[in-house]
């Protein structure tokens, strides 16, 4: 091995700053207090007659011309995760990793339908994509690198391993990976329904009575730095990143490959670069759509791999909110290390799979480790381990 890839190896990443924006509540500790009591943010939307996790918090003028709702869910829960760090802006030597699914469509889709809007007319710029990545960067007036991660459903977890990545190799020693999606959209909408996939009545993950998900709205960010500014700073520390497994299927557009060879290797690969068994293994957060194929193979994978682990998904108190639900379930991964508490499975009502599922929130003192569930369209896997005490 080179010396400097023995330096990325050798650099710990930790979290010191969270922040989130859920349809269950508009801040971390809310959202996470909210969730361990087992509320769902999902209702019946009356116009839809579908079931949504929509974010009722704030009035449409929030979201004006030089902010869409998307990039005002990411900026609430950045500056969140930055002042939970006990940092101030400017961060010019701040990396921004930024990710989502669909980005700014619910804008494009509102200036196709009103193309003499004023709202957008002469901002159609703040439409594109890139545009979220570039919004938080000139937020923090940042001269470090700036990346924008695209992978459907797994994207919050590769925004992760990327700014994992930034600080391990030496570009910058903090960073803010960031994922955020406001996807509850005509286009979205007609989208899922076509694929069958969408809910009708409710969202019970892992149960024999599950129908599908319910598109939800939100944003999470975490705040990234090596361990040792975070103990020059004399900062809290939520935990470790100990390590990821990202692979790909390359089977199908929406469908999982039904052999699960790549899945179970993404798992292997994170436990392996995370230095720790399956065993060790006290929490996964599934990623649960709630959907007859997606629980089915992620129970498959438990038994198969991870058989001890108690799991549970959380979709059902915040819907899921495609590009954004692998950061905003990463942040229930580190709060649970620093409670020492697993959250419920919210919605869950017949177990369908044998596999240790939590119904209802339980304290877990003996709790150091925890793995994130992530599957996306186009056979996107990924996968990252968090550790409550740091590596040195």
């Known amino acids: 091995m080179k010396s400097w890839d023995r330096d990325i190896e050798l650099t710990t990443v930790v979290v010191t700053g969270i922040g989130m924006m859920t349809a269950i509540a508009n801040d971390r500790e809310n959202t996470w207090n909210q969730l361990l009591q087992g509320k769902s943010g999902i209702t019946i939307d009356q116009q839809l007659q579908i079931p949504v996790a929509r974010i009722d918090e704030i009035e449409n003028s929030q979201c004006n011309a030089q902010s869409s709702r998307a990039q005002y869910f990411l900026q609430k829960a950045v500056l969140e995760a930055i002042a939970d760090a006990n940092l101030e802006l ?3 030597n701040c990396g921004v990793v930024i990710g989502s699914s669909r980005s700014n469509q619910r804008e494009l889709e509102l200036l196709l339908d009103h193309p003499d809007r004023q709202l957008m007319q002469d901002n159609w710029w703040n439409c594109q ?3 979220l990545s570039a919004s938080i960067a000139r937020l923090l007036q940042t001269q470090a690198p700036v990346l924008a991660p695209m992978a459907a459903c797994a994207t919050g977890n590769w925004a992760i391993a990327q700014a994992c990545d930034l600080i391990r190799s030496g570009k910058c020693e903090m960073a803010i990976a960031g994922a955020t999606d406001a996807a509850i959209t005509p286009l979205t909408i007609a989208g899922f329904q076509k694929i069958g996939v969408l809910a009708e009545l409710g969202v019970y993950p892992l149960s024999k009575e599950r ?3 319910a598109l939800g ?5 975490l705040v990234l730095e090596s361990l040792q500014s975070a103990k020059q700073r004399a900062t809290r520390i939520y935990g470790s990143v100990l390590g990821w497994g990202i692979t790909n299927d390359a089977y199908h557009a929406t469908s999982p490959s039904p052999d699960n060879l790549m899945a179970a290797l993404a798992i292997k690969d994170c436990l392996t670069r995370s230095q720790i068994t399956s ?4 929490y996964i957060n599934v990623h649960g759509t709630a959907t007859q194929m997606n629980d089915a193979r992620e129970a498959e994978l438990i038994q198969n791999i991870l058989p001890s682990s108690k799991v549970s ?3 059902g108190a915040t819907g899921h909110t495609l590009g954004a639900t692998g950061m905003i379930e990463a942040a229930f991964c580190l709060l649970a290390l620093r409670d020492q508490v697993l959250p419920p499975c919210v919605g869950m009502q017949t177990p369908a799979f044998d596999i240790h599922t939590i119904q209802k929130a339980e304290r877990s003192p003996d709790l150091q480790y925890a793995l994130n569930f992530s599957f996306g369209f186009g056979g996107q896997n990924a996968i990252v381990a968090f550790g409550q005490e740091c590596k040195t």
């Open 313 to 315: 998904g959380t979709k």
């Open 217 to 221: 709205e939100g944003a999470a960010s």
């Open 211 to 213: 129908q599908g998900f």
């Open 279 to 282: 065993e060790q293994v006290g």
């Open 90 to 92: 400017p961060l010019i």
């Open 129 to 131: 994509p890139a545009n």
